[in-house]
């Protein structure tokens, strides 16, 4: 079920964001209930509300509209999807002085909570408006329909230079054998990362361009749906599992305390 604002949502209303397309949004891993890293979501909601519709955004209330969700699928695991909208905006003059944005909540069974080691594909790419989870997602699916098209799992954005970004949909760590080194660029800064920025003493942010990946000892890719997951492969260029670094790094996340919806 799809709920807008607390009550089932229309098809009308919905019909509107499929055809207009303006948005944003966050996912979330709702496990017994608590969110890891929830008060980031809400402060990346209002954030991006701000930024896209010049609309405040009232965080008590987005978070009473998820609990009533994930009361609603019982003791299961769920991913939570918050979508901001405005079902009133017009094709032709998206501007208003004064938007009316909704809060679409929807939820899915969680998947593992660890999947295991995949393949990516470099591409040239960078998405709009990078720093914001919106939902204008055609550009970085046709990356990863590509991608796998190709054999590969997922794509691998960087730029024209070669330096390197994020995924679709996810955030690159690389493990140089003593730090984990975030990539420096145009990136949808995601909560997983943030959280093991704040935990693993060994972060560094800096410029990783593609030439120096076979110097790299692993690669993971972050997002609050996979949690850590390992890359196997760059292209042609095999990466070892560091399970050592790999157990790590999951232990520091889940180690962070999960907060009560």
Same mark, same amino acid.
């Given at each position: ?15 509107? %964001?499929?055809? %207009? ?29 701000? *930024? ?21 699928? @019982? ?19 998206? /501007? ?29 790419? *960078? ?14 699916? /046709? ?26 949909? /996810? ?5 140089? @054998?003593?730090?984990?080194? /975030? ?6 800064? @995601? ?5 093991? *920025? ?48 790999? *157990? ?14």
């Amino acid at each position: 079920m799809a709920y807008i604002d607390g009550v089932p949502a229309s098809p009308d209303q919905l019909r509107a %964001l499929a055809l %207009l397309n303006y948005g944003h949004f966050t996912s979330m891993r709702a496990d017994a209930q608590r969110v890891r890293g929830l008060s980031h979501h809400l402060d990346r909601l209002a954030s991006h509300c701000l *930024q896209l519709f010049a609309a405040d955004l009232d965080r008590e209330w987005v978070r009473s509209l998820v609990r009533d969700a994930v009361a609603s699928q @019982g003791s299961e695991s769920a991913v939570v999807r918050v979508t901001i909208f405005d079902p009133t905006m017009d094709l032709g003059r998206p /501007w208003v002085e004064r938007a009316s944005p909704v809060v679409l909540v929807t939820t899915r069974p969680a998947g593992p909570a660890y999947p295991g080691p995949f393949r990516v594909r470099s591409v040239t790419y *960078q998405r709009d408006l990078p720093e914001v989870k919106h939902i204008g997602l055609m550009g970085p699916l /046709w990356q990863r329909r590509h991608a796998q098209r190709n054999g590969f799992d997922d794509a691998l954005f960087s730029d024209r230079e070669s330096f390197i970004s994020e995924g679709p949909t /996810w955030n690159v760590a690389f493990h140089d @054998g003593g730090r984990l080194i /975030w990539p420096q660029a145009p990136v949808l800064e @995601g909560v997983t990362m943030r959280l093991l *920025q704040q935990v693993h003493d060994q972060s560094v942010i800096r410029p990783v361009n593609l030439r120096d990946i076979p110097m790299m000892r692993a690669a993971f890719a972050t997002n609050t749906t996979i949690g850590v997951r390992p890359i196997a492969a760059i292209d042609s260029v095999e990466l070892p599992i560091d399970t050592e670094m790999l *157990q790590f790094l999951r232990k520091e996340y889940e180690e962070i305390p999960p907060e009560r919806i």
